[in-house]
């Protein structure tokens, strides 16, 4: 069982590596798009479903509270998972789940930040449609090849994909990419003397 156990902590820590390796340019220009996009006034909507809503939802937290350091807060919040946002819709619609709270609540300017663990979850795709038809940039979150969502981005979005097949090795690397994004983003808005 001990072998076992080691062995999960080893290929989390070679995922964590590549992903490092893969990702470091990707996650420096999100982080300027984030900061730049937060500089101009505007917020950060984020979405992810199921396991990643919970990321989507750390993240908009990090960005209001604070990660590490104490400061202002940051305007951001997380799409709702609740189907009450399309009560009264006809069934087979809950795909629009995230793309009838976009229209609702972005403005032009804001930034779209979407979590999917394979690239192809149908909320998630509807999310970024939405978005880039009110000209959001979106920075996508993604795994594996991307998914039908890495053919959905333009030249000014940013797709950090990390370099794994396993939902496992995914997530965690996005939780850790979140903290890296929030940590830069904090370095570029709020620069502290060493």
Same mark, same amino acid.
Not at 6 to 17: G, L
Not at 103 to 125: C, M, P, S, T
Not at 149 to 174: C, F, Q, W, Y
């Given at each position: 069982?001990?072998?076992?156990?080691?062995?999960?902590?080893?290929?989390? =820590?070679? /995922?964590?590596?590549?992903?490092?390796?893969?990702?470091?340019?990707? *996650?420096?220009?999100?982080?300027?798009?984030?900061? !730049?996009? *937060? =500089?101009?006034?505007?917020?950060?909507?984020?979405?992810?479903? @199921?396991?990643?809503?919970?990321?989507?939802? +750390?993240?908009?937290?990090?960005?209001?509270?604070?990660?590490?350091? &104490?400061?202002?807060?940051? @305007?951001?919040?997380?799409?709702?998972?609740?189907?009450?946002?399309?009560?009264?819709?006809? @069934?087979?619609? +809950?795909?629009?789940?995230?793309?009838?709270? $976009?229209?609702?609540?972005?403005?032009?300017?804001?930034?779209?930040?979407?979590?999917?663990?394979?690239?192809?979850?149908?909320?998630?795709?509807?999310?970024? &449609?939405?978005?880039?038809? %009110?000209? *959001? %940039?979106? =920075? /996508? *979150?993604?795994?594996?090849?991307?998914?039908?969502?890495?053919?959905?981005?333009?030249?000014?979005?940013?797709?950090?994909?990390? @370099?794994? %097949?396993?939902?496992?090795? $995914?997530?965690?690397? +996005?939780?850790?990419? =979140?903290?890296?994004?929030? !940590?830069?983003?904090?370095?570029?808005?709020?620069? !502290?003397?060493?």
């Amino acid at each position: 069982m001990q072998e076992s156990i080691k062995a999960i902590f080893t290929e989390s =820590i070679q /995922a964590q590596i590549a992903a490092g390796e893969a990702v470091a340019e990707q *996650l420096e220009a999100a982080a300027y798009v984030i900061s !730049q996009t *937060l =500089i101009n006034g505007n917020k950060l909507i984020c979405c992810g479903v @199921p396991s990643s809503h919970m990321l989507a939802e +750390h993240f908009a937290s990090l960005l209001i509270n604070f990660y590490e350091t &104490e400061r202002p807060c940051l @305007p951001a919040l997380t799409l709702s998972q609740s189907n009450v946002n399309l009560s009264g819709q006809a @069934p087979g619609t +809950h795909h629009e789940l995230f793309a009838r709270q $976009i229209r609702a609540v972005a403005q032009e300017g804001d930034l779209l930040f979407a979590i999917a663990v394979n690239g192809n979850e149908k909320e998630v795709i509807s999310a970024v &449609e939405s978005a880039l038809t %009110k000209d *959001l %940039k979106v =920075i /996508a *979150l993604t795994g594996n090849d991307g998914g039908e969502l890495t053919g959905l981005l333009g030249p000014n979005d940013v797709e950090i994909r990390m @370099p794994s %097949k396993r939902a496992s090795r $995914i997530l965690e690397s +996005h939780l850790f990419t =979140i903290h890296c994004l929030s !940590q830069l983003i904090d370095n570029i808005l709020f620069p !502290q003397d060493d």
